[in-house]
């Protein structure tokens, strides 16, 4: 599965827009861009995933660039109950090696009041 | 609410010791995964099961075993337990074993081993 390179912590004003960058230069055309996050040592919580076209959902909206080599998350209106840490994974729709999902760093995002 | 159930919350043991964790997966996934999160680790893939059978396996120890039951339920072994096996111990599920199935994670096991 091709890396991915997200900030380590970035913030967000609550109300306002957080948008979430990551970088996957290295993306194959099957991978899919997955993100997920963690609220202080909850379990991870599945957010969206796309292949190429933008997607949008009830909690937030993924923008995948022409060239699939970055992405950006975008919570459109922060709570504080969005602070936590988001991970971008690219992983393969079908791999006869397994199913999982390999996270990386990730990037903590702390919305303020 | 997920629909993935861990037990037991949290599980204080001895270095040597063995003990038990236990993941009910969302009603119909057929997919079980485990998954470890240490301070100096992150969150790291352990192995996955798939309607009883073992999937794949990630960077699990040998001193670990898992399996998944006729109910789907899954249990990971974790034997001769040291210090650094302390963590927090993550199970999904999912419906099938790829494609663009969701996995969906319990709240977690927080082991502490003393």
């Known amino acids: 599965d091709a890396k991915t390179t997200q900030p380590t912590s970035m913030d967000c004003a609550e109300g306002r827009a957080a948008n979430l960058p990551c970088n996957h230069s290295t993306i194959s055309g099957n991978e899919y861009v997955y993100w997920y996050r963690q609220i202080h040592s909850q379990g991870p919580q599945y957010i969206i995933h796309g292949l190429k076209n933008n997607e949008t959902n009830e909690m937030a909206s993924l923008i995948i660039t022409e060239d699939r080599k970055s992405s950006t998350l975008i919570l459109p209106h922060a709570t504080l109950r969005d602070t936590a840490v988001y991970y971008c994974i690219v992983r393969v729709a079908w791999n006869n090696a397994g199913n999982m999902l390999t996270f990386g760093g990730g990037t903590r995002l702390m919305v303020k009041p | 609410d997920s629909g993935v159930t861990q037990t037991p919350k949290h599980l204080i043991t001895a270095t040597g010791q063995r003990v038990t964790l236990r993941c009910s997966p969302r009603?119909?996934?057929?997919?079980v995964y485990w998954y470890q999160q240490s301070l100096d680790q992150g969150l790291q893939f352990l192995i996955q099961y798939y309607n009883g059978e073992e999937r794949a396996k990630g960077n699990i120890l040998e001193r670990f075993s898992a399996q998944q039951f006729p109910d789907l339920h899954s249990e990971l072994n974790l034997s001769s337990l040291e210090l650094g096996d302390s963590a927090l111990y993550f199970c999904a599920s999912s419906a099938t074993t790829g494609g663009t199935d969701t996995q969906y994670f319990g709240p977690g096991t927080r082991l502490t081993v003393l």
């Open positions: 009603s119909g996934d057929l997919s």
